[in-house]
């Protein structure tokens, strides 16, 4: 594994927490080594660093309650819901507490009328979405996993929606929040907008936990659209395909998903989801509108397309055949690992201006091959966004070298086209140096708010900052 | 006019800073009467608190200068762009330095293939839609008035269009901007999504100058629709209005805009922009999208309007009906004014979530005419944001004291409703009050923000904290 850097312990303070919410929790405070291996690491590529504990609350209050314990002694908290999070975000390089709060699972209210609803932190997407469908509607974002509300809400997650309906920065209306002291505070109203004092519900949007826990996401929804088609187009390059997909944005299509799959992932995809594309670049498509407006956009897609030497359209309104193909790409990140059996996927996660796309997916490409690194391309690529994922043999330093190397080389790259290391995976340990070389002095400001915030660093030490 | 309360002022700070700039900017530093009375005032309700000196800087380094010789003397700096802020946004309560921007006026990149641009703050929005239009593109946030884009940011503004295209939060990528130490950051970069750590783009949109000052704004941009019609309807009656855009909005009619009018806003627009519509509640409409779609859009709401007692409905494709229509929308807090020339008007804000829209303007309506007042209600309804402005003889102060009242009142009812005091205005000096009563707890962390940021408070003190 990659290594991460371990930070000073308050060995006394967490002693004494960890007595306490023993005694306090019970069975809900957890100390055993497997629990807490399974806290701290999950699907990132850092090595493992554990927390002391893992507690269970049930509600804000126990939050609450336990945070200001934490903040009494000065002792790390940090927040946990399905570990899937890629740059370490959940690991514990200063010890601590470790707050599950997937049993804070309940989805306490839809307003259908307003199209928003009221949810606990451990809702996951596909709960939701279960929830919501005799309603009409659904909630659009949708990370590769089955993410939690409040995980998703804290990396500012997004996904193949995202081109179409924002991302959690955009979707989330409103925060209960513990702040470091563990006080309890909501960051907004319900109401669509508002210009009332400083947006706090955006600040923690993408905190990553560093300044505070999220309890309750109030989140826009979005009906289920009248008609819904989807489609693919195989290409003869990657430059071809993202020079389809630029078109396709300036024109102003209001595609719903624009998905890219290089050959090497599509070879991944076409074994483990049993499919059967043919192994040239690929996009996926899905169009949401009335009836007639699918039609429109899948036909003028489709001249796009043509221009650009794709072939094998297909365009579908099969909701079998949808599902099976979106499956699919959601399945890519386990996909990939297949192609290397035993190796595990570095994902880098750059997004760049539209107009620089097909520059960049191509030197992203090119430069793994002459590395001699196996490593899949996939895409968010109508916002720029895409992931290579190298596969690397973990016990091989050589081999991390190289790989780190190429991330270092791709996120430099990205930041000079003016365009960001993490589209939607966040920092956390694994991101932190090239957050400074994008955002150089703007960081002075960012810890000044987190010092503010967060005196004593008690908040997920070690991530961002 | 209302009363603001004045703060201490620094007086040999002031004057040491007056001097400073004086020698150093020459005849674009101003101290006469007249130029400080017009850069404290414009179109607040609120007393005019002159600034000492206005001065008008040419780039973000001499912006860097003014805000650094202000810290080293514990002086405020006030920006100022328009000045077309309601809420006293541009007083100086404590003195100190306006720094008008309205000389950083280039537009610096249109980005075309991108669908971005990057501007300097005093560019208005209708200058920037005048260069954008040959290139298809357009800007579509729009406030009543001709705002500059940093004063836009500052205050999180929106208009008309939001209810599709969301508001400044959603349509700012990234910002310049100088510290309150003179240091000049940039915030992100020009990627259309990012995870790259605190959202300090979002944390200065809407900060009204407290945090910082914007001297560069990147801004997202629209292609301009394939096609546009536009749709009238009246209603009997407010409810049967609101019911009708209840109903859009949760059809998912992707309306481009749909304002509410009532009787008094309809009879008060057909003296100032020379209409003859019947004078009962008005829905004005826009739709965007593709021939066939914006006729599938105001066919669908012609239906509902009819549910609802609708008529009079007039749907049209001509360009020149149409900016008629939307002049006359935007020039609504002038034609109000014409109800009861000499008087002034306390524009409300109030933002609910669409299921309470009907009953909440009702309540507002039959409230304002039990207490006796003059008060036209305009709104951009898509959004449940609304606009009541009682129309006030500045000169008797039972009368400001019942518009306050009225005021007080109506913020009360909108927090009741999980809704806020403020949806496009901003809060400055006016909503302070209702900012503690809406979002209570939150607030002392919005000040930790500001002291951590501003220590000496320099940064347009007085303003939402």
Redesign the interface.
């Given at each position: 594994m990659v290594q991460a850097t371990a930070l000073p312990r308050n060995e006394t303070g967490i002693e004494t927490v960890v007595g306490i919410l023993k005694q306090r929790f019970g069975d809900r405070c957890q100390t055993g080594a497997s629990i807490r291996e399974q806290h701290g690491h999950t699907t990132t590529y850092i090595e493992n660093q554990l927390p002391d504990a893992v507690v269970f609350p049930h509600s804000a209050e126990e939050v609450s309650e336990i945070v200001k314990t934490c903040a009494l002694h000065k002792v790390p908290v940090i927040p946990f819901g399905t570990g899937t999070s890629l740059e370490g975000h959940v690991n514990a390089p200063a010890g601590g507490i470790s707050v599950d709060l997937m049993q804070m699972n309940k989805i306490l209210a839809v307003?259908?009328?307003?199209?928003?609803c009221v949810v606990q932190p451990g809702v996951t997407r596909e709960d939701l979405n279960t929830h919501l469908r005799d309603q009409g509607l659904f909630f659009p974002i949708d990370p590769g996993a089955n993410a939690s509300l409040g995980g998703m809400a804290s990396?500012?997650?997004?996904g193949t929606n995202?081109v179409r309906y924002?991302?959690m920065?955009?979707n989330v209306l409103a925060l209960q929040v513990v702040?470091p002291d563990g006080?309890?505070?909501?960051?907004?109203?319900?109401?669509?907008?508002?210009?009332?004092?400083?947006?706090?519900t955006?600040?923690m949007?993408?905190?990553e936990g560093t300044?505070g826990l999220i309890t309750e996401v109030t989140l826009r929804l979005?009906?289920i659209?009248e008609a819904i088609s989807s489609a693919r187009c195989s290409f003869p390059s990657i430059d071809a395909a993202c020079q389809a997909v630029?078109m396709t944005?300036?024109?102003?299509i209001p595609v719903a998903r624009i998905e890219l799959l290089d050959a090497l992932s599509v070879s991944a995809a076409n074994v483990y989801s049993k499919l059967d594309l043919p192994e040239t670049p690929l996009l996926l498509l899905e169009f949401h509108?009335?009836e007639?407006?699918v039609v429109?956009q899948a036909e003028t897609f489709g001249t796009i397309a043509e221009e650009f030497g794709g072939s094998d359209f297909a365009a579908t309104t099969s909701t079998e055949e949808r599902n099976k193909l979106w499956q699919a790409r959601h399945d890519m990140y386990w996909a990939s690992h297949g192609l290397r059996p035993g190796a595990k996927g570095l994902s880098t996660?750059i997004?760049?201006?539209?107009?620089k796309l097909a520059e960049c997916v191509t030197a992203a490409a090119d430069k793994a091959e002459e590395m001699g690194l196996i490593s899949p391309i996939v895409g968010h690529v109508g916002?720029?966004?895409f992931h290579c994922l190298p596969l690397i043999d973990m016990d091989n330093p050589e081999e991390i070298a190289k790989a780190e190397e190429f991330v270092g080389w791709l996120n430099d790259l990205?930041?000079s086209m003016?365009?960001?290391?993490?589209?939607?995976?966040?920092?956390g340990q694994g991101?932190r140096p090239y957050?400074l070389k994008?955002?150089g002095?703007?960081?002075?400001?960012?810890a000044?708010?987190?010092?503010?915030?967060d005196p004593d660093n008690i908040m997920n030490p070690g991530k961002?900052i």
């Open positions: 307003h259908a009328s307003d199209l928003d990396t500012r997650a997004s995202a924002g991302t920065k955009d702040m006080e309890i505070i909501r960051t907004a109203q319900r109401a669509k907008k508002s210009s009332a004092g400083y947006d706090l955006r600040l949007v993408g905190a300044l979005q009906g659209p630029m944005i300036q024109y102003g509108g009335s007639r407006g429109e996660d997004c760049v201006p539209i107009s916002d720029g966004n990205a930041i003016d365009g960001t290391c993490t589209g939607e995976h966040g920092i991101k957050l994008e955002l002095p703007a960081m002075k400001y960012m000044a708010i987190k010092s503010a915030l961002i």
